[in-house]
């Protein structure tokens, strides 16, 4: 068989194949981005508090979502002006700081029951990441949340997740594949 034959039955069978692409989505006006793997489906999604945000759902369809926004994820940013004045390692050295995870669990603990809290890298941004159940909601016991926030000198990036009680271990794993994707405004 000539290369021709060969080349045309080879493009013909990747045609055909149900392959599922990664996605990039970003936000020219604040310079939030995100590289989705092709286990997510994402569009911009609106946020009244939010100056850019992008909401995610398995493609699989698992994990299954809860609560009530439609997505299984949320990446959000909004800006923080009083950031400005700081660098990234004096912002690092904040998050980790025991006032700030004092206030930052405060605030949380209002709507949720703050399971786990964790602090993680990010391209230079220390992070930290939370695992948690809510309080209030329709079956709340039964949901599990991961949040993550980032800050930088331009402001907040932060991600939450809510998936069922039963499906939440399994889909860890992906959450954090999403948060590792995200490039937050600096």
Same mark, same amino acid.
Not at 156 to 183: I, K, N
């Given at each position: 068989?000539? !290369? ?8 013909? %069978? ?10 990039? @989505? ?7 981005? !995100? ?17 850019? %945000? ?25 800006? &923080?002006? +009083?950031? /400005? ?24 603990? +209002? ?5 786990? &809290? ?5 391209? /230079?941004?220390?992070?930290?990441? @939370?695992?948690?159940?809510?309080? !209030? /909601?329709?079956?709340?016991?039964? !949901? ?14 932060? +991600? ?13 794993? %992906? ?5 590792? /994707? ?5």
């Amino acid at each position: 068989m000539s !290369v021709l034959p060969r080349l045309a039955i080879a493009a013909l %069978m990747i045609a055909a194949s149900p392959v599922a692409l990664a996605e990039s @989505f970003e936000d020219d006006a604040t310079g939030l981005a !995100v590289d989705a793997s092709d286990a997510w489906t994402g569009a911009r999604a609106e946020d009244d508090g939010a100056d850019a %945000m992008f909401g995610f759902t398995a493609r699989s369809g698992t994990p299954p979502i809860a609560g009530n926004s439609g997505y299984l994820c949320a990446v959000n940013f909004t800006a &923080a002006p +009083q950031n /400005g004045d700081l660098s990234q390692a004096e912002i690092n050295e904040m998050i980790i700081s025991d006032n700030w995870q004092e206030m930052s669990r405060s605030i949380l603990s +209002q709507v949720m029951i703050i399971d786990t &809290a964790e602090p993680f890298m990010r391209d /230079g941004v220390r992070g930290f990441e @939370f695992t948690a159940t809510p309080r !209030v /909601g329709p079956d709340a016991q039964a !949901v599990r949340l991961y949040l993550t926030m980032l800050e930088t000198p331009k402001g907040r990036t932060a +991600q939450s997740c809510a998936t069922t009680r039963d499906a939440f271990e399994t889909a860890l794993p %992906m959450f954090r594949e999403l948060r590792d /994707g995200t490039t937050p405004p600096k």
